[in-house]
């Protein structure tokens, strides 16, 4: 028994290391969080559903960060076809700003 619940244990966690959501780093969360509250930018929730609506795939990373003027979402993720993308939104509209494949 004690056997069997180990092994049930190692595989939920081996699990959960496939399906832990993208998160922000410290730094990038602390500012997004700020400028959210100030209503300057989306939500990250609102960012990652309009990301997996025009491209779907499994999302690996994201970065917050300002390009020139206006404050950006990088949503990094595989596609179904094993291709890595990198969608930058607008963090203030959620428009799609630029989209590029890595090779």
Same mark, same amino acid.
């Given at each position: 028994?004690?056997?069997? +619940?180990?092994?049930?244990?190692?595989?939920?966690? +081996?699990?959960?290391?496939?399906? *832990?959501?993208?998160? +922000?780093?410290? #730094?990038?969360?602390?500012?997004?969080?700020?400028?959210?509250? !100030?209503?300057?930018?989306?939500?990250? #929730? *609102?960012?990652?559903?309009?990301? !997996?609506?025009?491209?779907?795939?499994?999302?690996? #990373?994201?970065?917050?960060?300002?390009?020139?003027?206006?404050?950006?979402?990088?949503?990094?993720?595989?596609?179904?076809?094993?291709?890595?993308?990198?969608?930058?939104?607008?963090?203030? *509209?959620?428009?799609?700003?630029?989209?590029?494949? #890595?090779?």
């Amino acid at each position: 028994m004690a056997r069997s +619940l180990k092994i049930f244990c190692l595989i939920l966690g +081996l699990a959960l290391l496939f399906v *832990t959501p993208p998160v +922000l780093s410290d #730094e990038d969360h602390k500012d997004a969080r700020y400028l959210k509250n !100030m209503g300057k930018i989306l939500p990250l #929730e *609102t960012i990652l559903e309009v990301a !997996m609506a025009v491209h779907p795939g499994r999302v690996i #990373e994201v970065e917050f960060e300002k390009d020139g003027e206006r404050y950006v979402y990088e949503v990094k993720f595989r596609d179904q076809d094993g291709g890595v993308w990198e969608l930058y939104f607008d963090a203030l *509209t959620g428009e799609l700003v630029k989209r590029e494949r #890595e090779d």
